[in-house]
């Protein structure tokens, strides 16, 4: 079945070091994917998605590219800040049957300190 | 703030107890989803409605249910609660039924205490 590696966390870094969480994905056909964010005490909030091969999600200085060859959804930013500090999870989406779901990875805690 | 709500935001609950879950998708949105955040099973998707009908099921214990309404809110019903079933549970919606690119918009959760 469908299924999400995500690096183990958590990820502690200074802040405006530059971050890479890892994710790796299983799926047959053509999944979309995404990165999710946690705050503390909040809902998942969408951060950025790609639905085809090569395409690049992008928002709030987040990147993160489709790579079909290595099945993967790396996230990346340049300068993070205090602010960034939270949970990151990688998932994927393919419609399968008459229906949609998500497949999430176990998630990847982001501290960013001063 | 995602647009959808749910309700209530804390549950505190005894073992062999029965309990709903709320949730009124955004505007405009028929797919309605459920899922289950817990610190060992991770977040997992129970089950899919689109416009009154279920679409998908997923880990869904046959001790839970769940159904869209014609307004299109959603509840989800927990019985015989044990003690693992404690957790945080998010509703998300989307506009399209099964759209691979479709975006979900996640609710702020429930979080379930069973004691």
């Known amino acids: 079945g469908d299924s999400v590696t995500q690096m183990e966390g958590p990820v502690t870094l200074s802040e405006e070091a530059f971050l890479t969480i890892n994710c790796t994905y299983t799926?047959?056909?053509?999944?979309?994917l995404f990165w999710y964010v946690q705050y503390p005490g909040e809902g998942l909030q969408l951060l950025l998605k790609a639905t085809k091969a090569d395409d690049k999600g992008s928002n709030k200085g987040f990147e993160a590219t489709y790579r079909k060859e290595t099945t993967s959804f790396h996230l990346e930013k340049g300068s993070v800040q205090v602010s960034d500090s939270a949970v990151y999870f990688c998932?994927?989406?393919?419609?399968?049957?008459?229906?949609?779901?998500?497949?999430f990875g176990t998630g990847t805690q982001l501290k960013v300190e001063l | 703030d995602s647009g959808v709500t749910q309700t209530p935001k804390h549950l505190i609950t005894a073992t062999g107890q029965r309990v709903t879950l709320r949730c009124s998708p955004r505007s405009g949105d028929l797919s309605v989803y459920w899922y289950q955040q817990s610190l060992d099973q991770g977040l997992q998707f129970l089950i899919q409605?689109?416009?009154?009908?279920?679409?998908a099921k997923g880990n869904i214990l046959e001790r839970f249910s769940a159904q869209q309404f014609p307004d299109l809110h959603s509840e989800l019903n927990l019985s015989s609660l044990e003690l693992g079933d404690s957790a945080l549970y998010f509703c998300a919606s989307s506009p399209l039924l099964a759209g691979g690119g479709d975006t979900q918009y996640f609710g702020p959760g429930t979080r379930l205490t069973v004691l």
């Open positions: 998932a994927l989406s393919r419609v399968t049957g008459g229906g949609n779901k998500l497949t």
């Open positions: 799926a047959t056909g053509y999944p979309s």
């Open positions: 409605y689109y416009n009154g009908e279920e679409r």
